[in-house]
């Protein structure tokens, strides 16, 4: 990592770092991908791809300290052939959202987290997410940013006890002898890195 301190990182500035990979990610996605398995295996690529649209349009209410709803996720995919461009549109919104002054300030949600923890769950999202569509549909996904693991592990430390209780992590696997520590991240979330679910290429 460069002398620069993870602390230094806005989350704007972290999620503009992953958003151009998920952009990348999301684009490469064909068609014939969309009911490929994915690594989380209530998800195939498409229910996959619906909610990490669903994440990254309800993270840019909670920036400007608004309610959210997760309650009902659309099918943004359904909506038309141009939902890989619309996703693009929406993580630009969302990069822009947490680089607003204030973002960062206070808390936020319905649970009053503190809003630099809440926009890190939106980088988590943007980044492991990411990666389990990378793996499914055949593309590459080299390790993310240094700065982004280093944030994303405390994040993943702070919130794996109540992650693990809501079913949002899996029990964590054992990363592989002489694994990154962006695999070590994946492992730390219930992800093996070296999952191959048979996937269907682009």
């Known amino acids: 990592m460069d002398t620069k301190s993870v602390a ?83 993580a630009d919104r969302l990069v822009a959202a947490w680089s607003a002054p204030g973002a960062e300030e206070g808390t936020t949600g319905a649970m009053d987290m503190p809003a630099r923890l809440v926009g890190s769950m939106a980088l988590l999202d943007l980044t492991v997410h990411v990666w389990d569509l990378a793996r499914a549909t055949g593309q590459e996904y080299p390790d993310a940013d240094d700065a982004i693991v280093a944030q994303l592990t405390d994040t993943v430390a702070q919130l794996a006890p109540t992650a693990k209780k809501m079913g ?35």
């Open 8 to 90: 230094t990182y806005g989350i704007g500035e972290l999620l503009a770092m992953a958003r151009g990979r998920a952009v990348a990610v999301v684009a490469g996605i064909s068609d014939a991908a969309l009911v490929a398995p994915t690594p989380c295996a209530e998800y195939d690529v498409k229910a996959l791809v619906n909610h990490l649209f669903q994440v990254v349009v309800q993270f840019q209410w909670l920036a400007v300290k608004e309610a959210s709803d997760f309650g009902e996720t659309p099918d943004r995919v359904g909506e038309g052939p141009d939902w890989r461009e619309r996703f693009a549109g929406e």
């Open 168 to 202: 949002v992590f899996g029990e964590p696997v054992r990363a592989p002898e002489g694994a990154s520590a962006f695999e070590r991240l994946l492992a730390g979330t219930g992800r093996d890195p070296g999952w191959d679910g048979g996937a269907v290429a682009g």
